[in-house]
């Protein structure tokens, strides 16, 4: 980071004594170099340190903070050493097939994504060519090691595993694998390499050889891990893990004569000093004026004395002092990665004072929000709003991240008093864009595990569960807005839902049934459960007919009903099947009032994360002032039981005057306290709505 760029940013930090500038992953020093002509920082200095890409399915950008904090500096230690005559190297390296093209909720790993999916029918092979493109490999006795990481996506009744798959290498089939479900599995190789390959062609093929008639495999990555010469080509070079020996194609070479010695860091900083040590030799730099850093044990240093000699292709460099098992960088200027630089805002006060309402919004939404903040604190509720952004700064490592949400929750439960958390902004599981379309994320989810089937669920509800018990501590929900015109017209919704009513009628919806299984049956449950004072109309698909029962929905919706219950199966678009309702229907409803409630009984009905389209549940929230002021659903595949036990005990306390967190909060701590321990009805469904809406 140079100083220009700093103040092209905005950030002025003239003046300031180098000593005192600190680069800060979270709370964690990291070491800096500062290169300036003299103690104050200002035009022509820079600082550098090495920073490292975030691993996790909410992105690859890390966030390190720069701040005027000498107590925080660690400065980085040069050692000026001159290189000797180099030893001969190799570091291992990596050519890796691993795009991520597709998304897969059911996957065993920690990231859902992965490259192909391979569909094989019995006796119809399906694979994938892969070219592994390889360079300067090294000379030594040690082999290459090709492996396929595979992904099992069928689960088939039958003791014969599902999966079947085998690796090609050129023309000759070298491994095979079998396993079943759903699993991860794979295959490893071990293969030499000769000095002049420039690639390896892989072919992965699920071969449709089970008794089964077909074999789904997902195809997550493939990767050859081979010996390779420190040799760049480009504008930098990264090794790690440095190691020497016999290197028939790297012979020991004597460095040029220093010319002169780098400007040195800030002067504060105590080179190591002493005489020539072997060197490691990188060739192939595009530039001869080269930086150099090396890692012992977790620690960089800077290499002062690096030298340069001209080559056929490129620039040849010695580094000095590089001992066995290091971490080395070298680069020229271009080659240095420059950080995106934005100022940091102030840090608030999110953790002192009364909330029982607490709003954590984007901060795209924090203006437009409240009116509906407002309109709780009339209701006797105290309430604060906080940028999602100071969480993550607060509570986190400054990236987003719903654990840090997560931590600030439980945190504000034991400390501000909060009962009710609204989350504000919508999601996305296409964290990096991997598919193009740049969806955003404003809110991040948190992901779990509602099932063998279902890895992948974002369940709001997790985040409320800051004892772990599998029972959230408070009531939660999102509004899943994108923008502020959609958050005014869900608020506008929220607020004239609350208006008394004189009469209380639920419309209980059943799709068609299963052999064995009524879901009308089911709903003479579920008006059984109701509170004293409330009547019921049906409309009942295995009655009716799909046609039928779609004209009868959309005319009873019209009615505005207190409340709409739907039992039977679902999709994110759609009720039942045949489809009963779907997305494009919400559109007949313009014209009418939004129904305070929607409860849904079956699977995936307040899905909200799709990169792409809206769910019918965010379609009933955001269209327009009809359709519905809450949803409330499964996130995920569930069972039938869940429902059986959670409709009851939920629908048993709507009452006039309830909020309808404290309702589905009750409900969950009732079956916590009868043993009945189910994923998808205590973690597995979302509200999708704002748990301090009083039902009217």
Not at 442 to 454: D, G, H, I, L, Q
Not at 491 to 499: C, V, Y
Not at 516 to 529: E, Q, R, T, V
Request: aromatic letters at 8%; charged letters at 15%.
């Amino acid at each position: 980071m140079r100083f220009e760029h700093l103040q092209d940013a905005g950030i002025d930090l003239s003046g300031q004594p180098v000593q005192s500038l600190a680069v800060l992953r979270g709370s964690r020093p990291v070491a800096r170099r500062v290169v300036s002509e003299d103690a104050v920082f200002g035009p022509g200095d820079y600082i550098d340190f090495f920073a490292e890409h975030r691993q996790s399915i909410y992105g690859d950008k890390a966030a390190y903070r720069l701040v005027v904090s000498p107590g925080e500096a660690l400065p980085l230690p040069s050692d000026s050493r001159a290189p000797g005559v180099s030893n001969p190297a190799w570091t291992w390296a990596e050519a890796e097939y691993a795009p991520q093209k597709s998304y897969n909720f059911a996957s065993p790993t920690d990231d859902p994504w992965f490259a192909d999916r391979l569909l094989a029918y019995s006796g119809a092979p399906a694979a994938k060519d892969i070219v592994l493109p390889v360079s300067a490999v090294a000379a030594v006795p040690r082999s290459a090691t090709l492996t396929a990481s595979l992904i099992g996506a069928t689960n088939l009744s039958g003791a014969a595993p599902d999966h079947h798959v085998r690796m090609r290498v050129g023309g000759n089939w070298v491994q095979q694998a079998t396993d079943d479900g759903l699993v991860e599995f794979g295959m490893e190789h071990s293969m030499s390499l000769g000095v002049t390959d420039s690639q390896i062609d892989v072919g992965i093929e699920v071969t449709g050889s089970t008794p089964y008639p077909f074999d789904v495999v997902n195809l997550e990555r493939v990767a050859l891990r081979y010996p390779r010469l420190p040799v760049s080509g480009e504008s930098r070079w990264f090794g790690e893990g440095i190691q020497f020996g016999s290197v028939s194609n790297d012979p020991a070479v004597t460095p040029p004569e220093a010319v002169s010695q780098q400007l040195l860091s800030d002067g504060f900083e105590e080179p190591v000093a002493g005489n020539s040590m072997p060197s490691l030799r990188v060739r192939g730099l595009a530039g001869s004026q080269v930086f150099a850093y090396a890692r012992s044990g977790g620690s960089w240093r800077h290499l002062v004395d690096v030298r340069a000699e001209s080559a056929a292709s490129g620039w040849n460099v010695f580094v000095p002092t590089v001992l066995q098992g290091d971490d080395v960088f070298v680069a020229t200027e271009e080659g240095f990665h420059r950080p995106t630089i934005a100022g940091l805002p102030a840090l608030q006060d999110i953790q002192s004072g009364r909330a029982e309402y607490l709003v954590i919004s984007h901060a795209q939404f924090i203006d437009a929000v409240q009116p509906l903040v407002q309109h709780r604190r009339s209701q006797g509720l105290t309430a604060a709003v906080v940028d999602v952004a100071q969480i993550y700064a607060q509570f986190g490592l400054g990236d987003p991240d719903p654990q840090a949400i997560k931590d600030y929750i439980t945190s504000s439960r034991a400390h501000r008093g909060t009962r009710y958390v609204l989350l504000v902004g919508g999601d996305t599981y296409d964290y990096h864009n991997y598919l193009g379309v740049g969806s955003i994320s404003f809110v991040p989810a948190m992901y779990r595990s509602t099932s063998e089937v279902v890895r992948h669920a974002p369940v709001d509800a997790a985040l409320a569960d800051g004892d772990g018990d599998g029972v959230p501590d408070l009531a939660i929900g999102r509004l899943p807005v994108r923008t502020v015109a959609e958050l005014n017209t869900l608020m506008a919704k929220l607020i004239a839902a609350e208006s008394p009513r004189s009469t209380y009628q639920a419309l209980l919806v059943s799709g068609a049934s299963d052999p064995g299984m009524s879901f009308s049956g089911m709903n003479d449950d579920f008006f059984a459960a109701l509170p004293a004072g409330w009547s019921n109309s049906r409309i009942d698909v295995a009655a009716l007919g799909a046609s039928a029962a779609r004209s009868a929905l959309v005319s009873a919706w019209s009615q505005s009903p207190a409340m709409i219950s739907y039992v039977g199966h679902s999709a994110p678009g759609q009720w039942t099947y045949d489809p009963l309702l779907t997305v494009g229907d919400v559109s007949q409803l313009a014209g009418t009032t939004a129904v305070p409630m929607v409860m849904q009984w079956g699977c995936w009905n307040t899905y909200f994360v799709s990169p792409s389209a809206n769910s019918l549940a965010q379609t009933l929230l955001l269209q327009g002032s009809h359709g519905a002021a809450g949803v409330f659903g499964a996130v995920s595949l569930t069972d039938i039981s869940g429902h059986r036990h959670l409709a009851p005990a939920t629908l048993s306390r709507f009452t006039s005057g309830q909020r309808v967190g404290d309702v589905i909060l009750q409900a969950r701590r009732d079956l916590a306290t009868r043993g009945i321990m189910l994923v998808e009805p205590m973690i597995g469904s979302n509200l999708l709505g704002d748990p301090a809406m009083v039902l009217p």
